[in-house]
C-alpha cells in the first residue's frame, strides 16, 4: 500500500502561485508514476500532469502547459506541482495519485492510490 498526504492549497488571486506538496509513504519503491488530478463543484475529476517516479517524463492538460510544473524531490518522497499564473477556472480540489501500472497516464482508472485532495481557490 502506499498513502499519499496533500498539502498547499489555499485562497489565491488571478495571477498568484501556489505550490502543492504530495507526501508519499509505504510502499513507494512500487511506484511507476504519479500524477495531479484536479475536479471543480460540478465537475468530473480532470487529468492535469503526471511524470514517472524515477524519471523526468512528464505531460500536462492542454489547460494548464506552460503554467503548471510536476517535480519531485528525489531525495525524498514527495511530490510537487507547482502552479503559477493561475486563473479562476484553476479553481478545485486537486488530488495526488500514484500507480504501479503502466495504464494510459490521463485515466483515472490507471491509479490505484489516491490522497484526500486540497481546495485550490483562485480569485478573479
Known amino acids: 500500500q502506499v498513502q499519499l498526504v496533500e498539502s498547499g492549497g489555499g485562497l489565491v488571486q488571478a495571477g498568484g502561485s501556489l505550490r502543492l506538496s504530495c507526501a508519499a509513504s509505504g510502499r513507494t519503491f512500487s511506484v511507476y508514476r504519479m500524477a495531479w488530478f484536479r475536479q471543480a463543484p460540478g465537475k468530473e475529476r480532470e487529468f492535469v500532469a503526471t511524470r514517472l517516479w524515477d524519471y523526468l517524463n512528464t505531460y500536462y492538460a492542454d489547460s494548464v502547459k506552460g503554467r503548471f510544473t510536476i517535480s519531485r524531490d528525489g531525495a525524498q518522497t514527495t511530490g510537487y506541482l507547482q502552479m503559477n499564473s493561475l486563473k479562476p477556472e484553476d479553481t478545485a480540489v486537486y488530488y495526488c495519485?500514484?500507480?504501479?501500472?503502466?495504464?494510459?497516464?490521463?485515466?483515472?482508472?490507471?491509479?490505484?492510490?489516491w490522497g484526500q485532495g486540497t481546495q485550490v481557490t483562485v480569485s478573479s
Open positions: 495519485a500514484a500507480t504501479s501500472s503502466r495504464g494510459p497516464y490521463n485515466s483515472e482508472t490507471t491509479y490505484d492510490y
